[in-house]
């Protein structure tokens, strides 16, 4: 019996259903789309600080903070991307800790925006609806809006503070999920270097010449932001 005719015959057949098999890669953006992304954006501070001036020991704490997120993404190419990140402003409790200071408990609050551009890698798939995408850039955080809270002012009388803007790298990944040609679901995590210094000025000590009414401590932010949110693509 010929066995090599049904053979000859299967393995064309094999290849064809691999290559069936075989789904072309899709981008579910195109060049010259513009992608508009508004959600809830949450900032969850991965902070640490250096010792507050005159307290060994004692730091502070910056506390988590919600507002709403805006992106704006520009398609240069099917795969390259740049994305500005906006938001309405953030506002973050700012606590004592250590032995000394941290009974204190709330000390400050400060408002700031975080614009960050970034330029993305957008991830092809075997499918138009979902589209990952991953991206690096700069950030640039402004503060304002600094106050000081009755308990500090109750340890150091009148007091203001001041936390200078900062300028760092930024990292993203994300994903859009289209449910229609125009509109999307989005979900986006950032991490972001914020690294800024606190003054806290005071009524100093005048019988005493070393003291200038001031304290200063070093505040590393580095959040983690996470947007959930819905996009339109023009």
């Keep these: 019996m010929n066995t090599q005719y049904p053979i000859a015959r299967l393995i064309p057949a094999i290849g064809l259903s691999a290559l069936l098999g075989m789904a072309p890669v899709a981008h579910a953006h195109e060049a010259g789309d513009l992608i508009v992304r508004a ?6 501070p991965n902070d640490s600080s250096g010792d507050v001036g005159g307290f060994p ?11 709403a997120g805006l992106s704006v993404t520009y398609m240069l190419t099917d795969t390259f991307s740049i994305d500005l990140l906006g938001a309405l402003p953030f506002t973050h409790d700012i606590k004592a800790t250590g032995p000394d200071l941290g009974a204190l408990g709330r000390i400050a609050e400060a408002t700031h925006l975080p614009p960050t551009l970034l330029a993305n890698v957008h991830i092809p798939l075997q499918t138009e609806k979902f589209q990952p995408y991953a991206g690096v850039g ?22 203001k503070i001041d936390l200078d803007d900062s300028i760092g790298p930024a990292f993203q990944v994300g994903a859009d999920y289209l449910l229609t040609d125009k509109w999307l679901l989005n979900i986006a995590v950032w991490y972001i270097d914020i690294d800024t210094e606190a003054t806290i000025n005071f009524k100093g000590d005048p019988n005493d010449p070393n003291d200038d ?6 505040v590393d932010i580095d959040p983690w932001v996470v ?3 819905a996009g339109y693509r023009f």
Aim: aromatic residues 14%; proline residues 0%; without cysteine.
């Design 138 to 159: 700069i950030n640039y955080t402004f503060f304002f809006d600094e106050s000081t809270s009755a308990s500090l002012e109750g340890a150091l009388g009148e007091s």
């Design 213 to 218: 009414g001031s304290t200063r401590v070093n």
């Design 227 to 229: 947007m959930v949110g």
């Design 57 to 67: 020991g004692n730091g502070v704490e910056v506390e988590d903070a919600f507002s």
């Design 39 to 44: 959600g809830g954006a949450w900032v969850y």
